[in-house]
C-alpha cells in the first residue's frame, strides 16, 4: 500500500518549456488534488478534482491544466512554464472523512 | 481576512514544555477540522482530526470552539522529535468544501 506518489521528485525547467507532474493514489479515495508551496505563502490549492470525471479551479489554476485520468491518478501539467512556476508541488487525496494524504512533493525549478 | 490564520512563531520551547497554538477560521459554516505536522522539505502528514467533542492522542489534545471560530492544538511533555511546523486545515472555510490551509505555526523543542 504506497498511499499518494507523485513523479518526478526533482525537476529543471527552462522557461517555455511544459512538462506533466504525475501523480497516483492506491487508497480508493474521490477527491484528488494539486497544491503549490512557497515559502511564507503556505499551501495553495491549483485545481482538484471531487470524482473521476470532474476537474475545478483552485486558488491559483493560472499556467497550469489538470486531467484526471481516472480514480487512481490526476496530471498537472505546465504548458509554457515560467520563473514564477519554481516551487514545491504536493498532490493529495481524501477520502469519505476529508483527511488528506499527501505525495512526497516534486521540486520544479525553471529556469 | 484571511480565511485560516495561525500564528507563524517560531515558538521556542524547552524539552517538556507544554505548548498550546490556535487557529482562528472565517466562515461559521465550516464543518471539517484538522491538524498536520510538516517536517523541513516533507509532505504535510495528517495529525488528528478535530472533532467538536474535543479528542486526544497520546501527548496531543485538539479542541474546537465553534461560538469562537477557532481549533486549538495542546501539546504536552514536548519532545525534540516535536519540532515541526504545524498546519491548520479548515474544510468549508471559503464557502465549498475544500480544504483551507493556514499558512503554519513553527515549533522549535530545544534541549
Known amino acids: 500500500n504506497a498511499g499518494v506518489t507523485q513523479t518526478p521528485k526533482f525537476q529543471v525547467l527552462k522557461t517555455g518549456q511544459s512538462m506533466t507532474l504525475q501523480c497516483a493514489q492506491d487508497m480508493n479515495h474521490n477527491s484528488m488534488y494539486w497544491y503549490r508551496q512557497d515559502p511564507g505563502m503556505g499551501l495553495r490549492l491549483i485545481y482538484y478534482s471531487a470524482s473521476e470525471g470532474t476537474t475545478d479551479k483552485g486558488e491559483v489554476p493560472n499556467g497550469y491544466n489538470v486531467s484526471r485520468l481516472n480514480k487512481r491518478e490526476f496530471s498537472l501539467r505546465l504548458e509554457s512554464a515560467a520563473p514564477s512556476q519554481t516551487s514545491v508541488y504536493f498532490c493529495?487525496?481524501?477520502?469519505?472523512?476529508?483527511?488528506?494524504?499527501f505525495g512526497p512533493g516534486t521540486r520544479l525549478t525553471v529556469l | 481576512r484571511k480565511e485560516v490564520e495561525q500564528d507563524p512563531g517560531p515558538f521556542n520551547v524547552p524539552e517538556g514544555a507544554t505548548v498550546a497554538f490556535n487557529c482562528t477560521y472565517s466562515n461559521s459554516a465550516s464543518q471539517s477540522f484538522f491538524w498536520y505536522r510538516q517536517d523541513c522539505r516533507k509532505e504535510p502528514k495528517l495529525l488528528m482530526s478535530v472533532y467538536s467533542s474535543g479528542n486526544e492522542d497520546g501527548r496531543f489534545t485538539a479542541q474546537l470552539n465553534r461560538a469562537s471560530q477557532y481549533i486549538s492544538l495542546l501539546i504536552r511533555d514536548s519532545k525534540l522529535s516535536d519540532s515541526a511546523t504545524y498546519l491548520c486545515?479548515?474544510?468549508?472555510?471559503?464557502?465549498?468544501?475544500?480544504?483551507?490551509f493556514g499558512r503554519g505555526t513553527s515549533l522549535i523543542v530545544h534541549p
Open positions: 486545515v479548515v474544510n468549508g472555510a471559503g464557502g465549498s468544501y475544500i480544504p483551507t
Open positions: 493529495a487525496s481524501s477520502g469519505s472523512y476529508n483527511e488528506q494524504f
